[in-house]
C-alpha cells in the first residue's frame, strides 16, 4: 500500500485519533491507527475498544491500494516534525516506510486482520433525539459529570428519554445537572453514555449526525465519521428525587457581575460565603488561615431578612459559562439544603458547604 497526502491533511487526522489510542502498553494494535483504502477514499481507524474513530476521507492520493498500522503516537510525532509538504507513507515488506523529500522513518506495523472490528448499525434502533440540540445540551452538562467514581454509573451522563421529553444528567454527587429537551418521543429508553466520550462527541460532531445504540454500545455517524462507544452498565441514581419539589425563594442574578465577584474571591478561596441581604449580595472567602477576601455586589434581592449560604464557586461557575442569557434564577430553600440555579431548560443543584 501506497498513500500520499500533504502534511496538514494527515496530521489533522492523527490528531483527531489520539484520544481513541490505547496509551499504556505499545505493545497492543490497539495503540496503533489503521489505514485502509476503499472505493478510492482512504479510511483511517482507532480504538482502545472502548471507545473508537473511523474517518473518510478523499483528501489522501492513493498510488496502491491495501492496509497498514502504525504506532498512533510515534507516527504523529514523526509528521509533526516534518516540513509543510507532501508526505508519502508506504508499506514495504510489513514495514511501514514515512518519506518526505531527504528524509526517511521506518515504523513496525502489526498485522491488520487482528485490529478490533466496529459495532455495526445494522439492525439497531436509532435514536430520533434532533442531533444538534443533544449535542449543545450534553455540554451543558458534561462539567458536573465525575471522572473517577467507584459508582462507574457516576463516570457517565444518563440519556433518559422520556414520552413527553428527554433529560440528560450527570453528577460527582456534589452537584447534579440536568438539561431537558421538549419534544415527543415514540419509545421510552435510559442510557448512561462515559464522560470520554461526552467530550470526543462535542469536538468531532458539529452538524446532525446519526444515532444508533443497542444494549452495550452508542454509534453515531455523518458524512465523514463514524464514532462508537461502550455504554456503561449500572442503574443511574434517581434524580429526581434530589431535585425540591418546592423553594421558598428566588432570585434573579446579573450573569457577569456574579462571575466577576466570585472569581474575585477565588484568588483567595474556592470556597465561597454568600450573604444575601435586602439590596446587596456580600461574597466572603472560606479559608483556614488569615487570609480574607471580601467584594459587595448592589443588588436588590427582594429578600427581608438576611440568607446566608456557603458552596464550591466552580459549581457555579461551571454552571454560569454554560449559559448564554446575561441573567439567572437562584432558589433556595434552607443554608444547609441543596439550591438550585437555573437558566431556561438547565439546572444544576449544588449541595452546601456545610460547616
Known amino acids: 500500500m501506497k498513500i500520499r497526502a500533504q502534511k496538514q491533511i494527515i496530521e489533522s487526522i492523527l490528531i483527531n485519533l489520539q484520544p481513541f489510542l490505547e496509551k499504556k502498553d505499545a505493545s497492543q494494535i490497539t495503540s496503533h491507527i489503521l489505514f485502509k483504502t476503499e472505493n478510492n477514499s482512504c479510511i483511517i ?8 474513530l473511523k474517518i473518510k476521507t478523499d483528501n489522501i492520493i492513493i498510488d496502491s491500494e491495501g492496509s497498514f498500522t502504525a504506532h498512533g503516537k510515534k507516527l504523529l510525532d514523526i509528521i509533526r516534525i516534518l516540513k509543510d509538504d507532501e508526505i508519502t507513507l508506504e508499506l514495504l515488506d510489513n514495514v511501514l516506510h514515512v518519506k518526505q523529500q531527504h528524509s526517511k522513518f521506518k515504523l513496525p506495523t502489526f498485522n491488520t486482520n487482528s485490529f478490533p472490528t466496529f459495532p455495526t448499525t445494522e439492525n439497531k434502533p436509532q435514536i430520533s433525539l434532533d442531533s444538534l440540540s443533544l449535542i449543545q445540551n450534553l455540554k451543558k452538562i458534561s462539567p458536573a459529570i465525575d471522572t473517577n467514581n467507584p459508582k462507574f454509573e457516576l463516570n457517565g451522563a444518563l440519556i433518559n428519554i422520556k414520552n413527553d421529553s428527554t433529560d440528560l444528567v450527570g453528577t460527582d454527587t456534589r452537584r447534579l445537572a440536568i438539561a431537558t429537551i421538549a419534544g415527543d418521543n415514540a419509545e421510552t429508553l435510559s442510557l448512561i453514555v462515559p464522560k470520554k466520550a461526552i467530550l470526543e462527541i462535542q469536538k468531532l460532531f458539529l452538524d446532525q449526525i446519526d444515532i444508533y445504540f443497542d444494549e452495550t454500545n452508542l454509534i ?98 461551571d454552571f454560569i459559562s454554560q449559559i448564554n442569557k446575561n441573567e439567572f434564577t437562584m432558589e433556595f430553600n434552607e443554608p444547609t439544603l441543596p439550591f438550585i440555579v437555573k437558566d431556561d431548560n438547565f439546572i444544576t443543584i449544588i449541595m452546601p458547604i456545610v460547616a
Open 220 to 317: 453515531i455517524n455523518n458524512n465523514n465519521y463514524y464514532f462508537f462507544t461502550r455504554l456503561i452498565n449500572g442503574k443511574f441514581p434517581d434524580y429526581q428525587r434530589i431535585i425540591p419539589t418546592s423553594t421558598k425563594h428566588q432570585i434573579t442574578l446579573p450573569k457577569k457581575e456574579m462571575i466577576d465577584a466570585i472569581k474575585m474571591i477565588t484568588t483567595i478561596s474556592q470556597e465561597i460565603k454568600m450573604t444575601l441581604l435586602s439590596d446587596s449580595i456580600v461574597f466572603n472567602s472560606l479559608s483556614a488561615d488569615n487570609v480574607e477576601a471580601k467584594t459587595e455586589l448592589k443588588l436588590k434581592t427582594g429578600l427581608n431578612d438576611k440568607f446566608e449560604i456557603s458552596y464550591n464557586s466552580k459549581y457555579i461557575l
Open 45 to 52: 481507524k482507532a480504538t482502545d475498544s472502548e471507545i473508537g
